[in-house]
């Protein structure tokens, strides 16, 4: 079967453009093939590229049973391991997705939202006035003290310190742009001993899991002793069978709730500050919402403020995280947009693509929360999270958590970006971050004023 069209050059010179200038590559190939387009990319099946919501709902209401998707995401195989629910298909992904939809109801999500409020006052208090900060990294250590405390329960110990200190480690090896290849080159993934990047990546790996390891013994062997965080719920959950997860299988679940579960929120919200400071405008509108509420609001007051809710929406629109969704091998034939698609054809819907089309998004590269205010984007042209049955399964905490991280700072902090240049987004592994961080300076306190909203 013929592909559509897509570019020609060498697959092993479109895989280092993919990882050098991964956005610029998607929009010109857009601009010029249109949608879809075939990528092809050195060690990997050539993908078809779609950003039609049309052709996404087609791909997104098609039976799961049609694909192979965890093979898709093999790249991230050193990372999360063989028992992730982001590696496995049918039967297997079908009982893990089960067993690990109790923790993130939302009543129980809720519970969580003190924790979160209370993290963020924590890490407030490093940065008096005058002090200066880079927004990812102390989005980053909050969101890693939140998912330590929901995942795992901890507050304080050796363990909590180790497991904190191990994680900004390994995942410091990704910093820069070329690291990814380490992930997207497996003949790189060479252990030459400790000071290797991937032997150091390795020793890191087994300190992080003799711990995790070492908690989970400690929870069965104390059933008396297990709580409201998810590894205990993890613990306790069984399938139709009656049986648990295995220890691997919970390891392999942790390492992907700790990666996935705190980097990317990080990211989005270190691109959120960037944003309200970058447009004052959008900052007094949101400072304005955040006077409405009365002292010490409840959490889930703070959640359903919509132009709060609008800007983190439109945050995860304009940079996701994530620049697509999972890809999806067919099984059998499945005609989309018209074209009859063969098995073994990889079909990918590409979020940064979709959130930038201008029949959706009029002047999409600008930041303006009041589109989602003004109308309701169906899941097939608002995808920050995925869709179907591949869908972020943390999507309703992520969304919560960043809620409720930028309500608390700008309600207790006066800041300002050190520079007004526009930040644009730089690859992290497999994810995208602001460039530099994006770099603040805390101007003063803030005083609680009390005034009507106007939106």
């Keep these: 079967m013929r592909l559509p069209d897509g570019p020609q050059t060498p697959a092993f010179f479109q895989l280092i453009d993919a990882i050098a200038r991964p956005l610029e590559r998607l929009e010109s190939f857009a601009n010029r093939y249109g949608d879809p387009f075939t990528s092809r990319l050195s060690g990997f099946i050539p993908f078809v590229v779609f950003s039609s919501p049309e052709a996404i709902q087609t791909i997104m209401t098609a039976d799961p049973a049609l694909f192979d998707s965890g093979v ?40 969580y939202g003190h924790q979160i409020c209370e993290i963020t006052q924590q890490v407030l208090g490093q940065y008096p006035p005058g002090d200066s900060f880079v927004a990812r990294t102390a989005m980053q250590e909050i969101s890693l003290r939140v998912i330590l405390r929901t995942v795992f329960g901890l507050d ?11 994680i900004t480690q390994l995942l410091s090896i990704f910093n820069v742009p070329w690291s990814a290849a380490f992930l997207f080159l497996p003949g790189l993934q060479k252990d030459l001993g400790p000071w290797s990047p ?15 390891y070492a908690e989970i013994q400690e929870r069965k062997a104390n059933p008396e002793a ?34 996935a579960g705190h980097e990317t929120t990080a990211s989005s919200l270190a691109w959120a500050l960037y944003w309200v400071h970058h447009q004052p405008e959008v900052r007094d509108k949101l400072r304005q919402e955040l006077e409405t509420l009365p002292d010490n609001p409840d959490p889930n007051e703070i959640a359903r403020l919509p132009y709060l809710t609008a800007v983190c929406q439109e945050t995860l629109r304009i940079y ?43 002047d999409p590269k600008r930041f303006r929360p009041e589109r989602f205010l ?3 984007f169906s899941p097939y042209e608002f995808l920050p999270f995925g869709g179907s049955n591949r869908r972020c399964i943390g999507l309703a905490f992520a969304q919560y958590e960043m809620k409720l991280v930028l309500a608390t700072l700008l309600s207790n902090l006066e800041l300002a970006l050190t520079s007004n240049q526009a930040i644009k987004p730089i690859r992290r592994g497999i994810t995208f971050t602001p460039t530099g961080g994006v770099p603040m300076t805390v101007t ?9 909203a106007k939106f």
């Design 444 to 452: 003063g306190q803030r005083q609680r004023v009390r005034t009507p």
């Design 374 to 376: 003004e109308r309701q």
């Design 72 to 111: 898709g995401n093999r790249i991230l195989h050193p990372l999360v391991g063989d028992h992730s629910l982001l590696l496995l298909d049918g039967d297997r992904h079908q009982r893990q997705r089960r067993l690990l939809m109790p923790p993130f109801h939302g009543d129980r999500m809720r519970a």
């Design 156 to 166: 304080e110990g050796p363990r909590l310190q180790q497991l904190r200190q191990l």
């Design 226 to 259: 297990l709580g409201e965080d998810i590894l205990s719920l993890m613990l306790l959950a069984r399938d139709e069978a009656g049986q648990p997860m295995t220890p691997e299988e919970l390891r392999d679940e942790l390492m992907t709730l700790l990666f």
């Design 320 to 362: 996701p995280v994530a620049i697509f969704t999972f890809g999806r091998i067919l099984k059998a034939p499945l005609k989309v947009m018209g074209q009859e698609f063969e098995p073994g054809s990889q079909l990918v819907p590409c979020i940064y693509l979709t959130h930038h089309r201008p029949d959706i998004y009029p």
């Design 198 to 212: 991937w032997g150091r990546f390795l020793r890191q790996r087994e300190q992080i899991d003799a711990l995790i």
